[in-house]
Structures are given as C-alpha cells and as structure tokens.
C-alpha cells in the first residue's frame, strides 16, 4: 500500500519550509546580534517537518539529503557572511580583527546549536548509525576550521602576539578581548575532533613562547650590560611576574610552565656565570649581606635545581675564604703571643691574657656562623644545596687550626660557669652556633674530653650559672653526636642530684646527732663512667677531715652495700677560716689540696716545702699550682721565701700576716700548671688513650664481620667508621693492627703478610 501522493513531503518543497522558517530567520537573528531562539511552537512545527521527511519510505526518505542540506546551508552561512566580513576586518586594523575573530566564533557556536536543535532527528539515527559520517555539531565546527579558522589563525596569531609585544613595552591592551581572542583557539579543539589543547599548543602556545624568547633574549643581552646584578634580578623578577600574569589572564594555563621555562633560560639561565660574577653578584650581595637580593636570587634559580649548585659553590668559595681569614689571623695572634709569653719574664699572665684572647677566635667563628647561617635559612630557605655547602665550607677551614676544639670547649665552659664575663645577645642562640661548630670539627674527642671534664668541674664545684642552660646544651649535643657519649653528662647530672639528696638524709641521721664534729661535709658520690677518669692519687687526709669522711664511708656503704667508694681529693673544695693577725681573720674558698695544704701551719709555723710534700701526701706535679696559687702576688694568702714561682724542698712557707682584703669571704683562684711533664698514666688519661681503644674497637668489629681482609681496605674502613668522632692516621692504625696481633685477636696470613685474619 502506497503513501497518497498528498501526504508525501518533497526535498524542494520541505528544505525551502525549513530555510524560510528556520534558517534564514535564525541566522538573521545572529548576524543583527539578537540572541532570541524560535519560539516553541514554531521549532516544533520545523521539528515534525523534518522528522516527517527522514521516516518516508524510499524513495522519499530525505535522510541523507537532509544532512547535505545542512552542511550547505552552514557552507553558505560562512561563505558569503563569515569569510567577507573576516576578510574586511584582516585589512583593517588588528584590534578590529581580533573583535571580528571572536565575534564569528561565537557566532558558529549559536548556529551549530541553533542548527543542531533543529535537525536532532539525524543524529539520533542517522550520524550515529553511518560510518563516515560526523555528528552534527562535529561537522558544523569541522566546516568552520577549513573555511574560516585554518584561513585566518594565522593572523589572528600574529595579531595577539603583536599585542603581548606592546604590552610588553608598557602600552595597555584589551585583555578581555584577547583572553576571547584566545578562547578560539581552545575552544576550536575542544569542539572538534576531539582534539582537546592540541589545536591550541600547535597553532598559537608554540609561537607565544617563542615570540617571547627572541624578545628576552634581545633585551636580555641589553639589560645585562647596563644594569647591576640586583638591578637585573629585579627586572627579571618582574618579567617572569608579568608573563605570568599575563597567562593568567588571557592565555591558557598550559602556557605557563613552557613560556615561564622558555622566558627562564633566556633571561637567566644563558646569563647566569656573568651574572652571578658580576662586581656587583654573589659575593658582593654575601659581603653587605643584602637578604632582599639574596633572597630574590634564591627565588629566580630555585624554580631549576641544578641550576643552584653554581650559586653554591660561589657561596662556599665566599664562606672558605671569610673564615680562613679568620682562623689565619687568629693563629698567626697566637703564635706571636706565645712567642711573647716565652720571652717575658712574667710568663704566667701573659699566657693568662693569651687563654682570655683566645675567645676572640670563637667569636668570630660563632658571629660568622650565625650570620651565614641565616642566610641560609632566611634567604635561601634552608635548601640542602646551601645547607652542604656552608657544612663543606666551615670544615674546610675550622680543621686548619687544631686549637678550636679545645677553645670551643673552653669558651662554653666560659660562658655556662657562674659570674661569666662572656656577654652575649642570647645564650640559646649562640649555644646552637656552637653545638653547629662541634658537628664541623674533626677532633670531636678532644672536644668531648675536654666539655667533659669542664662540666665535671662546674657540676662538683656549684659553678653552674642555670641548670636549664647546662641541660639545653646537653640536649643540643645530644642531636648533634647521638646518646653514647652525652649519655655521660646526663649520668653527672644524675649523680649530683642523687649526692644532694643523700647528703640531707647524712646530715639528719649523722651529723645532727653528733655536736662534737667540728667541720661541715658535703660529699659528691660520682658514677665511675660517668665523669672523667683519672688514675686515684691516695694522700693524707687531716684528722678531724679523715673522720668525717669515715663516719660517710660507713654510711654510704650501709646505704649501699656491695658497692666500692674512693675519694678523689683532687676534685674538691673547701672553705676555711683563717687568722692572719689578731685583727685579720677572713674566710677562704680553696681547693681540697690547698685545704690540706693551709692546715699544714696549724702544726708548723714556717714548713718547708718538703715538709708540706710529706704530710698531706700530695704528688709534687699536683701541688705546685696549688701552692703557687696560694703564694701569687695578687693573693698573697701564703709568704714564700725565697720568692718566686720555683719551688725546691728547702723552700718555707708560712701564713702571710700582712694579708689584707675588703671581702670576709675570699676565692682563691686556681692557677693553670705550668711545665709539668705528666707521668705515662696522665699521657694515657687523655684523648690519645681513648682514641686508641675505638680503634682497637674498630678493627676488632671489622675483622670481625670480614673474617680475613687485605692491610688496606681494613685501615680505610677504620678511618671511615672513625671519622665522625676524629681523624684517624694509618700509622696509627698500623700501629694498632699490631698491638691487636700480639694480643692475639688478629693474626697475619701464612701466604700474605698483607692479609690478616680473625682469631675467634
């Protein structure tokens, strides 16, 4: 049964309905500018239509004529308005143009829309069910890339970068036409093919980025001759800000990693070793240390990483050569003044006056730390690159000079100990420059030995300025060299908190209960470990100072039995009262040995040195300085005769009495000794004794794991496992690896007298 021929709806007469009521109208309504849609009833009549003509049976069934329809009608639509009206716009001026570009564009997207809406029919079962066939709005965005966009991108291309050009040199520009004008170009990928940022990157981000690297890369080279280092950092900040200010507004985001990159390596990267060597760079920004401009610089080169090393190696050759300077200066003092101090005949105060100088060198290394060190953090944001190279820098040069370990030690003990005369602005700050100090120095041992027995010395003596302070620094070592040695310390404090408590339960059950002692005691019970080791040196306590001591002996040993208590006489002090003449009697704070020493003259009026030697029992190395500080001029406790600073077994002594002095209560001060040659057991106490046991320790642990290794490898795995706490030398090590032979832990190899194996 066939269609009456009045029902059926011809191609002409149908599509001619479609262009007079629909078309045409709709495409008159977007070239006049208004944005009004059909009204309903008059789409859905065109609707029907259309649907009407694309269900006919064959032959009548417009399907695919109705698909070539509307891609005539938008060819049309962009051939006789699109292309003119483009065209007449590129001739005119490029403002005019962009306007044009962005307008047309907009327009396509409302007759793809407007078109689309109305010829639904065909996607819903035609373009979905046709190979080869694009979708309506895929093809209607395709019709407009090959006869509009392909053929005036190019302009409009140049056209945008003529205007970033002129903003560049400071004229104002439409950004919101350009940030449409660019719009074109990412929508157009977007809408077709699916082509998303590619059309956008191929036919406009490339050129901008290069547009803008010929353009730094001209003025660059301009800037750089006429400009200081800050100046042209200052500029180029700018620059980089501007570009990217300028992506953010009207280019797409894709853009700003590539131009920004681009823009970097013109204005920066390719200039950078003239930069930065510039009168005016690195080191004359470090010298006034200009933190703005430093900081600036850290900004611009971080953005690269590798491109911060240079700036690094110039920050440690800058560091190497402040503080070389430094420690020069201050060993050439040193060695003059020593030189000095062997010359003068009043060698004591001079070497006095050396020892405060030498302060002088931890100052300036402690300012000189805190000042780069600031710039680390503040300028360069802590960035290990910066962090290594100060590290490098400090230990390239702190090494040269053996001294400062002991001066760093010598100076906190300075600095901590009760009535210091070391002013500083604040004590935490300059604790934590000198705790970086310590990580720089090769010797730590001889540091730690030396802290050590400093604070052993503040802690028995109650020269503790504050003890929160004497804690900090333990805690900031602690962080530095790890538990094993501050664990020490800390077992010192312990002890002499545990000594405080154990005194008051003495006092209470012992010495209150007896009224007969004459003397007061106060006893420090030390954990062998913990402090300092020395060998014990037995003298002769007096009587009444020998009971006392008994009557604690008894009571610590009931306290805690199984456990063994020497007494170190060496360490003590004392205080006694002393009648220099009917009307001068004064109250003096000594050492033990002086106590011993001063108590002498209860007995004999006029000892003899030789006498003093023989009751109190102290070795003669050890009480020379004792003495001698109790007979110095400016104290003047004890008259010696003959006078001097040298003492023979016929010398005598007896108690000054023309001793004057203001104060009823006097500290006598201790002198250093002075060319005493210590005995093979004091040569072992110190530093090179321990360091002969952690190589010992070493090898042992090696060999060990190894079992059997070749003379060289083994000491160079020594040194490396020694090297965070000192620098061990290979004769040493040899030296060791010998002693370890003979003690039978090693033994040479039968066929290799360069190869050791372990012995189990």
Same mark, same amino acid.
């Given at each position: 049964?066939?269609?009456?021929?009045?029902?059926?709806?011809?191609?002409?007469?149908?599509?001619?309905?479609?262009?007079?009521?629909?078309?045409?109208?709709?495409?008159?309504?977007?070239?006049?500018?208004?944005?009004?849609?059909?009204?309903?009833?008059?789409?859905?009549?065109?609707?029907?239509?259309?649907?009407?003509?694309?269900?006919?049976?064959?032959?009548?069934?417009?399907?695919?004529?109705?698909?070539?329809?509307?891609?005539?009608?938008?060819?049309?639509?962009?051939?006789?308005?699109?292309?003119?009206?483009?065209?007449?716009?590129?001739?005119?001026?490029?403002?005019?143009?962009?306007?044009?570009?962005?307008?047309?564009?907009?327009?396509?997207?409302?007759?793809?829309?407007?078109?689309?809406?109305?010829?639904?029919?065909?996607?819903?079962?035609?373009?979905?069910?046709?190979?080869?066939?694009?979708?309506?709005?895929?093809?209607?965005?395709?019709?407009?890339?090959?006869?509009?966009?392909?053929?005036?991108?190019?302009?409009?291309?140049?056209?945008?970068?003529?205007?970033?050009?002129?903003?560049?040199?400071?004229?104002?520009?439409?950004?919101?036409?350009?940030?449409?004008?660019?719009?074109?170009?990412?929508?157009?990928?977007?809408?077709?093919?699916?082509?998303?940022?590619?059309?956008?990157?191929?036919?406009?981000?490339?050129?901008?980025?290069?547009?803008?690297?010929?353009?730094?890369?001209?003025?660059?080279?301009?800037?750089?001759?006429?400009?200081?280092?800050?100046?042209?950092?200052?500029?180029?900040?700018?620059?980089?800000?501007?570009?990217?200010?300028?992506?953010?507004?009207?280019?797409?985001?894709?853009?700003?990693?590539?131009?920004?990159?681009?823009?970097?390596?013109?204005? $920066? !990267?390719?200039?950078?070793?003239?930069?930065? =060597? %510039?009168?005016?760079? #690195?080191?004359? @920004? /470090?010298?006034?240390?200009?933190?703005?401009?430093?900081?600036?610089?850290?900004?611009?080169?971080?953005?690269?990483?590798?491109?911060?090393?240079?700036?690094?190696?110039?920050?440690?050759?800058?560091?190497?050569?402040?503080?070389?300077?430094?420690?020069?200066?201050?060993?050439?003092?040193?060695?003059?003044?020593?030189?000095?101090?062997?010359?003068?005949?009043?060698?004591?105060?001079?070497?006095?006056?050396?020892?405060?100088?030498?302060?002088?060198?931890?100052?300036?290394?402690?300012?000189?730390?805190?000042?780069?060190?600031?710039?680390?953090?503040?300028?360069?944001?802590?960035?290990?690159?910066?962090?290594?190279? $100060? !590290?490098?820098?400090?230990?390239?040069?702190? =090494? %040269?000079?053996?001294? #400062?370990?002991? @001066? /760093?030690?010598?100076?906190?003990?300075?600095?901590?100990?009760?009535?210091?005369?070391?002013?500083?602005?604040?004590?935490?700050?300059?604790?934590?420059?000198?705790?970086?100090?310590?990580?720089?120095?090769?010797?730590?041992?001889?540091?730690?030995?030396?802290?050590?027995?400093?604070?052993?010395?503040?802690?028995?003596?109650?020269?503790?300025?504050?003890?929160?302070?004497?804690?900090?620094?333990?805690?900031?070592?602690?962080?530095?060299?790890?538990?094993?040695?501050?664990?020490?310390?800390?077992?010192?404090?312990?002890?002499?908190?545990?000594?405080?408590?154990?005194?008051?339960?003495?006092?209470?059950?012992?010495?209150?209960?007896?009224?007969?002692?004459?003397?007061?005691?106060?006893?420090?019970?030390?954990?062998?470990?913990?402090?300092?080791?020395?060998?014990?040196?037995?003298?002769?306590?007096?009587?009444?100072?020998?009971?006392?001591?008994?009557?604690?002996?008894?009571?610590?040993?009931?306290?805690?039995?199984?456990?063994?208590?020497?007494?170190?006489?060496?360490?003590?002090?004392?205080?006694?009262?002393?009648?220099?003449?009917?009307?001068?009697?004064?109250?003096?704070?000594?050492?033990?040995?002086?106590?011993?020493?001063?108590?002498?003259?209860?007995?004999?009026?006029?000892?003899?040195?030789?006498?003093?030697?023989?009751?109190?029992?102290?070795?003669?190395?050890?009480?020379?300085?004792?003495?001698?500080?109790?007979?110095?001029?400016?104290?003047?406790?004890?008259?010696?005769?003959?006078?001097?600073?040298?003492?023979?077994?016929?010398?005598?002594?007896?108690?000054?009495?023309?001793?004057?002095?203001?104060?009823?209560?006097?500290?006598?001060?201790?002198?250093?000794?002075?060319?005493?040659?210590?005995?093979?057991?004091?040569?072992?106490?110190?530093?090179?004794?321990?360091?002969?046991?952690?190589?010992?320790?070493?090898?042992?642990?090696?060999?060990?794991?190894?079992?059997?290794?070749?003379?060289?490898?083994?000491?160079?795995?020594?040194?490396?496992?020694?090297?965070?706490?000192?620098?061990?030398?290979?004769?040493?090590?040899?030296?060791?690896?010998?002693?370890?032979?003979?003690?039978?832990?090693?033994?040479?190899?039968?066929?290799?007298?360069?190869?050791?194996?372990?012995?189990?």
């Amino acid at each position: 049964m066939k269609p009456a021929a009045e029902d059926i709806v011809t191609l002409e007469d149908g599509f001619s309905q479609v262009k007079k009521n629909g078309i045409d109208p709709f495409i008159n309504l977007i070239e006049t500018g208004e944005r009004e849609f059909f009204k309903a009833k008059d789409f859905v009549v065109l609707y029907d239509l259309i649907f009407k003509m694309c269900i006919q049976r064959d032959p009548y069934n417009w399907t695919e004529a109705m698909y070539e329809r509307y891609t005539r009608s938008i060819m049309e639509y962009l051939v006789s308005k699109v292309g003119p009206k483009m065209q007449t716009a590129r001739e005119s001026y490029e403002t005019a143009f962009l306007k044009e570009w962005k307008t047309r564009w907009n327009n396509q997207k409302l007759i793809v829309k407007g078109f689309s809406k109305l010829f639904t029919y065909l996607d819903r079962f035609y373009t979905a069910n046709t190979d080869g066939i694009l979708p309506l709005k895929e093809q209607g965005y395709k019709l407009y890339k090959e006869n509009v966009f392909d053929n005036f991108s190019h302009h409009a291309r140049v056209s945008i970068l003529n205007a970033i050009q002129r903003e560049r040199n400071s004229e104002e520009q439409d950004r919101q036409l350009l940030r449409e004008s660019v719009d074109v170009f990412v929508e157009m990928g977007y809408n077709f093919a699916d082509k998303k940022l590619k059309v956008y990157e191929q036919d406009l981000q490339k050129y901008v980025v290069e547009h803008a690297g010929d353009y730094y890369k001209r003025q660059s080279r301009i800037w750089m001759d006429q400009d200081s280092c800050p100046q042209y950092l200052e500029r180029a900040e700018k620059m980089l800000n501007d570009e990217k200010n300028r992506v953010e507004s009207y280019l797409n985001r894709s853009t700003l990693e590539p131009l920004l990159r681009e823009c970097y390596i013109q204005l $920066l !990267k390719t200039h950078q070793n003239e930069l930065l =060597n %510039k009168n005016t760079g #690195v080191v004359h @920004l /470090l010298t006034l240390n200009s933190a703005e401009d430093l900081s600036r610089m850290y900004r611009l080169y971080s953005r690269y990483s590798d491109d911060l090393e240079p700036i690094g190696v110039m920050v440690h050759d800058h560091i190497q050569k402040c503080g070389t300077e430094i420690v020069d200066k201050a060993k050439e003092g040193g060695d003059a003044k020593e030189k000095e101090s062997k010359d003068s005949k009043d060698g004591k105060e001079k070497k006095s006056e050396n020892a405060d100088s030498n302060h002088d060198l931890v100052r300036n290394l402690i300012s000189l730390h805190a000042q780069y060190a600031d710039v680390v953090k503040l300028c360069f944001q802590n960035n290990q690159v910066f962090q290594k190279q $100060l !590290k490098k820098a400090f230990e390239d040069f702190i =090494n %040269k000079d053996h001294r #400062v370990s002991k @001066l /760093l030690a010598r100076f906190v003990n300075d600095l901590l100990k009760k009535g210091s005369k070391i002013n500083v602005k604040n004590v935490e700050s300059t604790l934590d420059n000198v705790v970086f100090l310590y990580g720089y120095i090769q010797d730590k041992d001889v540091f730690e030995y030396d802290y050590q027995h400093f604070l052993a010395n503040r802690l028995l003596m109650g020269l503790c300025e504050s003890e929160h302070t004497e804690k900090s620094m333990i805690a900031k070592l602690k962080t530095e060299c790890g538990y094993q040695w501050t664990n020490k310390l800390e077992g010192m404090f312990k002890d002499v908190q545990l000594s405080k408590d154990l005194m008051q339960k003495f006092k209470k059950d012992v010495f209150d209960s007896e009224k007969n002692l004459d003397i007061q005691l106060d006893v420090s019970v030390c954990t062998t470990g913990y402090w300092p080791s020395r060998a014990n040196v037995p003298s002769n306590l007096p009587q009444d100072v020998a009971l006392a001591c008994d009557k604690f002996k008894r009571f610590y040993l009931n306290q805690h039995s199984g456990h063994k208590l020497d007494w170190r006489l060496d360490q003590g002090q004392a205080e006694l009262q002393v009648v220099f003449s009917p009307k001068v009697k004064r109250g003096l704070i000594v050492t033990t040995y002086q106590m011993m020493i001063m108590l002498v003259f209860n007995s004999y009026k006029t000892p003899t040195f030789k006498q003093i030697l023989d009751i109190t029992g102290i070795p003669r190395n050890d009480i020379s300085n004792h003495l001698l500080s109790l007979v110095h001029p400016k104290v003047a406790v004890v008259a010696k005769k003959p006078s001097g600073n040298s003492l023979d077994d016929t010398h005598m002594f007896r108690i000054n009495p023309a001793y004057q002095n203001k104060l009823l209560k006097v500290t006598i001060p201790l002198l250093p000794q002075q060319n005493i040659k210590p005995t093979g057991n004091q040569e072992e106490a110190g530093p090179a004794l321990q360091r002969r046991h952690q190589m010992d320790a070493a090898v042992v642990r090696i060999m060990k794991a190894r079992k059997t290794m070749k003379h060289a490898q083994l000491v160079g795995e020594v040194m490396q496992q020694l090297s965070a706490r000192f620098k061990a030398k290979p004769p040493d090590i040899k030296k060791r690896i010998e002693a370890l032979i003979d003690q039978e832990y090693l033994e040479r190899d039968a066929k290799d007298r360069g190869v050791y194996n372990y012995l189990a």
